[in-house]
C-alpha cells in the first residue's frame, strides 16, 4: 500500500490520480496515525520549503517518516518540494530540511535564467541505482521550480537537467529515491517512473 502524504502545500490529489491511472493500491493519509498498512511514502510537493517542513513538523510526520524511512527503509519517493527537503538545508525561506541526503538547494539565479523553470526538459541519466532505470532516454519531464538541489555526494545523482546550470532532476540513496520534475504531470515518461518507484525492491540507505 503507498500512503500519500496529504499535507497542505502538497499535491496529493494528482499523485493519487496517477496512482488510481497505474491500478497501484494506494490511499491519501494525512497523519501517521493512518499508515498502519503503508509499506512506502509519497511526499508530493507544491509551494516553500517552510511552509513544507512546519506542515510536517505540526501532524508529527518529521519523527514518523525518520523512523520508517532511515530507520525501518520503507521505500520513500519525493516530488518537487517533496526532493528539496530532503536535503540539509534550503535556501527557501532559510530552512533546515530532513538532512536525509548531505547537501544543499539554492535559487536559480534571475540574472541568468527566467524564473521559475517551468515546463518540460530532458533528464541525463546518471549512476547505476535501479531508479535510475526508469528514465526514458531523451524522454521529457515536466518541471515547475525556482530552487535546486546539490548533493555533497554526487552519487546521489540519478538524473540531472540543465536549465542555465546542470542541476539535480532526480535523485536516490538506496530506499529514498525523490525527482524534481512532477511524475503525476509528466505524460507517459512520469508514469513509467512512478510505477518503477512502486515496484522497485527497495534497500536501506547507508
Known amino acids: 500500500m503507498i500512503g500519500i502524504i496529504d499535507y497542505r502545500t502538497g499535491n496529493s490529489q ?61 521505500g520513500f519517493l519525493g516530488v518537487c518540494v517533496g526532493l528539496q527537503v530532503l536535503f540539509e538545508h534550503s535556501a527557501e525561506d532559510d530552512q533546515e530540511c530532513l538532512g536525509w541526503i548531505k547537501g544543499t538547494v539554492h535559487q536559480f539565479d534571475n540574472t541568468e535564467v527566467r524564473v521559475p523553470h517551468m515546463g518540460w526538459n530532458t533528464v541525463d541519466v546518471r549512476g547505476d541505482h535501479p531508479f535510475a532505470k526508469s528514465f526514458t532516454p531523451g524522454g521529457y519531464y515536466y518541471f515547475v521550480n525556482s530552487y535546486y538541489a546539490v548533493p555533497a555526494d554526487p552519487s546521489a545523482l540519478v538524473g540531472v537537467t540543465t536549465y542555465g546550470r546542470p542541476f539535480a532532476a532526480a535523485v536516490a540513496q538506496g530506499n529514498i529515491m525523490a525527482t524534481q520534475f512532477h511524475t503525476e504531470k509528466s505524460a507517459r515518461a512520469g508514469l513509467q517512473v512512478l510505477k518503477a518507484f512502486c515496484d522497485l525492491e527497495v534497500s536501506v540507505a547507508r
Not at 23 to 28: N, R
Not at 58 to 74: I, N, P, S
Open 14 to 74: 494528482s499523485v493519487s490520480y496517477a496512482l488510481g491511472h497505474l491500478g497501484v493500491p494506494h490511499k491519501l493519509v494525512a497523519k501517521p496515525s493512518e499508515c498502519d498498512d503503508v509499506d512506502r511514502y509519497v511526499l508530493p510537493g507544491v509551494g516553500s520549503a517552510g511552509v513544507t517542513m512546519e506542515s510536517l513538523a505540526d501532524e508529527g510526520w518529521v519523527a514518523h517518516l525518520t523512523e520508517q524511512v532511515v530507520g525501518a527503509g520503507v
